[in-house]
């Protein structure tokens, strides 16, 4: 009885192998810890893993859905960008050809792309549950941001526009939570902060939160694009942010919803949160 019961226990961890795409990003990162600290077999997706995984590669697709059963999918750079819904039906085909039994989305809010995209995923023909997130709380303290707070000052064409800032965390609690739980098929969970802020708003809270002189300034969409690109962020980045700001920044997400609480039972954390953890843990 005790070898059927490990073997059991192989064969259901076996069951359980799960690919995380994105593997070393802001939401990728933190559902590998989560797993790999419930002891979930997990392979990072990534170009710099050992078993390496590019989205504009699909050579490195096969290799890496090799036993896999569940995927979080993140696309980088932005399921918005063109060629994003190809990329996804051509991979989502493959991974359920090779046997993957579930998907989850990581897709983005108000964005007609990656809406586009969430029907190929929903289409594909494994179990599905998309997780429609809203602004990331760190994009403040990971990335180019984080060099603009260091920098005193943040320039961007967002007028008072407001927006449900969601903290990574939340995020991968949920992914994680989509692909080891049961009752989370078919859900299309949308995931805010529990409040709206403008960036005028978020920029008063850090300055407070770290004692640092940091302003925030308006400007046009052209001289934010500009000021990118002489910062060196690559063409594609600086196009797609200003899609960002340019499309999707035009209130159409300036309200609330309860994804994170329907998927957890509670609520989520709070900007101010995030700002005092990041401020404690050195992010300025």
Not at 19 to 44: F, S
Not at 194 to 218: M, N, S
Not at 240 to 267: C, I, M
Request: charged fraction near 25%.
């Amino acid at each position: 009885m005790k070898d059927m019961n490990k073997t059991q226990m192989k064969n259901q961890k076996h069951n359980n192998n799960t690919l995380v795409l994105g593997g070393n990003g802001k939401t990728g990162r933190r559902v590998v810890e989560r797993l790999k600290a419930i002891d979930v077999p997990v392979r990072v997706g990534s170009r710099t893993a050992d078993l390496p995984f590019d989205w504009q590669d699909q050579n490195t697709w096969q290799a890496i859905l090799l036993d896999i059963k569940k995927v979080y999918i993140s696309f980088y750079p932005d399921l918005a960008v063109p060629g994003a819904a190809d990329a996804i039906r051509a991979f989502t085909d493959l991974a359920v050809q090779s046997g993957v039994e579930r998907l989850i989305l990581l897709s983005g809010r108000g964005e007609e792309e990656a809406q586009a995209c969430e029907k190929i995923v929903q289409q594909a023909g494994a179990e599905w549950t998309i997780l429609r997130a809203s602004w990331f709380c760190q994009n403040f303290s990971e990335g180019f941001m984080r060099d603009l707070v260091l920098g005193g000052v943040l320039a961007f064409p967002a007028g008072n526009i407001k927006e449900p800032f969601i903290d990574a965390d939340d995020i991968a609690d949920v992914a994680v939570a989509a692909l080891t739980e049961d009752g989370h098929s078919g859900e299309i969970y949308e995931m805010t902060g529990p409040r709206l802020l403008a960036f005028a708003d978020v920029v008063q809270e850090i300055a407070k939160a770290t004692g640092r002189d940091i302003r925030y300034i308006q400007i046009s969409h052209e001289d934010f694009a500009s000021g990118l690109e002489q910062q060196g962020v690559p063409k594609d980045m600086v196009s797609l942010l200003d899609y960002l700001f340019g499309t999707v920044l035009d209130g159409r997400n300036e309200h609330l919803n309860d994804g994170v609480q329907r998927a957890l039972g509670r609520n989520p954390r709070d900007f101010s949160e995030y700002v005092r953890d990041a401020a404690s843990a050195g992010a300025w």
